[in-house]
């Protein structure tokens, strides 16, 4: 949930148990296809557990904010694989299965689509669970009806025609959660923040300034680590890493007599953040030149250092992605289609149009 507990104080919730409630209902899953006659061994289901408890292990503290700031071009995806590849070396390739699955190369496709999809475990818990924690009751679904409802024909995940309504508000749901929860402009301002501290950290850092911080945090702030340059021991450096080490950095660079950190950590720390405005239409480089230099002669501070402060950005939705993976309903005469022919919900076309919202971030009056 990165920074969303500035929004919702109820967001505290890990990625631990979401992990968690993934293979809950993964489990689940498993015992409903079998029910219904779609054979699973025992090793594919260790492969499909092993698989969607660790699909999200990649993730370093504060969720995406990492991703764009002490690495680069490595995404969480690439980082999990790389943990469950070491992992499977110390357990003499008792994970084999398990990344065969999550990489979607194993032949049985339904599998893969269980771990990553329209309609995958990691969707059916997350979103049923950062509802509960935020308190957002829009975003609630009915997880366990979904799961009863699949089924498996010709190697594809389906849902029989009886869960419609349930899959129609899975999606409503989960376009209400995007743009209530994971892209509330508050949330969205407070990541760019942390990027802003990191980013700027590693500037001070590779001029030689002294930062206090943990070792692992300071092994990124000091290294250029990207795709070639993420060796084992990155890896093993990474897996130390929590939000506590940057909580910790934020406490302590606060008082930092750099200008541009200090101010940045001190908006994080007090919630005191930047104002942020939401437009349909792009940001006009006037309005961020006149923000610009506004902040340039109030505090005296290069360009590069205001842009820490004034910048913009876009936010782009698409509840369902129906040209590349579709949720496809299994009707009782056999016939198959997808779920917003299907449907008779107006709605569900237009939800698979992406949305572009921009935004504007410049300081209040007073910082």
Not at 147 to 169: A, F, R, Y
Request: with cysteine; net charge neutral; hydrophobic share 40%.
């Amino acid at each position: 949930m990165g920074l969303s507990y500035l929004v919702y104080p109820g967001a505290h919730h890990t990625r631990f148990h979401h992990a968690l409630g993934c293979m809950h209902l993964m489990q689940k899953a498993v015992n409903v296809l079998r029910f219904k006659g779609v054979t699973i061994s025992n090793d594919e289901e260790n492969g499909l557990l092993l698989a969607i408890l660790l699909h999200d292990i990649g993730h370093g503290p504060f969720s995406h904010a990492m991703e764009h700031s002490i690495v680069n071009d490595v995404s969480h995806e690439e980082i999990s694989l790389r943990f469950m590849e070491e992992l499977n070396v110390e357990f003499n390739g008792s994970l084999t299965l398990a990344i065969s699955i999550f990489k979607g190369e194993y032949p049985r496709q339904f599998m893969c689509e269980l771990i990553s999809s329209q309609l995958d475990m990691d969707r059916a818990d997350y979103l049923k669970r950062d509802s509960f924690y935020t308190g957002v009751a829009e975003g609630n679904i009915n997880s366990e009806r979904l799961i009863t409802m699949l089924n498996v024909v010709d190697d594809q995940l389906l849902v029989e025609e009886k869960g419609i309504l349930s899959v129609e508000k899975f999606l409503i749901a989960r376009r209400f959660m995007y743009w209530q929860v994971y892209m509330h402009k508050t949330g969205v301002v407070a990541e760019q923040l942390l990027m802003g501290v990191l980013k700027r950290a590693k500037e001070l850092v590779q001029q030689g300034v002294k930062l206090n911080c943990s070792d692992a945090l300071f092994y990124f702030l000091f290294s250029e680590i990207n795709g070639e340059s993420f060796t084992n021991e990155t890896l093993m450096v990474f897996s130390k890493l929590d939000d506590y080490d940057i909580v910790a950095a934020l406490k302590e660079w606060k008082n930092h007599n750099d200008f541009v950190l200090s101010s940045l950590c001190q908006m994080i720390l007090d919630r005191n953040l930047l104002k942020v405005k939401l437009k349909n239409k792009a940001i006009k480089a006037s309005d961020l030149k006149e923000h610009s230099e506004e902040i340039i002669k109030k505090y005296n501070i290069s360009k590069h250092e205001a842009s820490f402060f004034v910048f913009h950005g876009e936010l782009t939705n698409q509840a369902y992605q129906n040209k590349f993976q579709k949720i496809n309903i299994l009707f009782k005469s056999g016939k198959i289609k997808d779920i917003v022919k299907a449907s008779d919900q107006l709605n569900l076309k237009a939800l698979s149009k992406p949305i572009t919202k921009y935004y504007m971030c410049y300081p209040k009056k007073k910082m």
